[in-house]
């Protein structure tokens, strides 16, 4: 599977290089009060891909941070829960059953 795995990798780094070899010509990007920008056409979306990314993930930080603070805010009511039950951490025994006579 690994083998399989490098080839694919391999593969989609060739693809993705002859798409940069490709996409040399300069490009201009015009902002706003006139800024302008020129560059490599592939360097331009390199940009832009990567700064969606790291939107992206920023924009998903604080959902993540509230999922691990419920998860720690479950873990200690499920250990208060167990200590009020006098189980603490032990694993719950099976019933005795009487061998039939």
Same mark, same amino acid.
């Given at each position: 599977?690994?083998?399989?795995?490098? +080839?694919?990798?391999? +593969?989609?780094?060739?693809?993705?290089?002859?798409?940069?070899?490709?996409?040399?010509?300069?490009?201009?990007?015009?902002f706003f009060l006139?800024?302008?920008?020129?560059?490599?056409?592939?360097?331009?979306?390199? %940009?832009?891909?990567?700064?969606?990314?790291?939107?992206? +993930?920023?924009?998903?930080?604080?959902?993540?941070?509230?999922?691990?603070?419920?998860?720690?805010?479950?873990?200690?009511? +499920?250990?208060?829960?167990?200590?009020? %039950?006098?189980?603490?951490?032990?694993q719950p025994t099976?019933?005795?059953?009487?061998?039939?006579?």
């Open positions: 599977m690994k083998f399989v795995s490098t +080839i694919a990798g391999f +593969i989609v780094f060739v693809l993705f290089f002859g798409f940069a070899l490709k996409n040399t010509q300069e490009v201009d990007l015009h006139n800024y302008e920008l020129r560059g490599p056409l592939v360097l331009m979306l390199l %940009a832009f891909f990567v700064a969606g990314a790291a939107l992206g +993930i920023l924009a998903l930080t604080p959902t993540v941070f509230r999922q691990r603070r419920q998860t720690s805010q479950h873990k200690n009511t +499920i250990q208060a829960l167990q200590s009020a %039950a006098g189980t603490g951490s032990a099976p019933d005795a059953v009487n061998p039939a006579r």
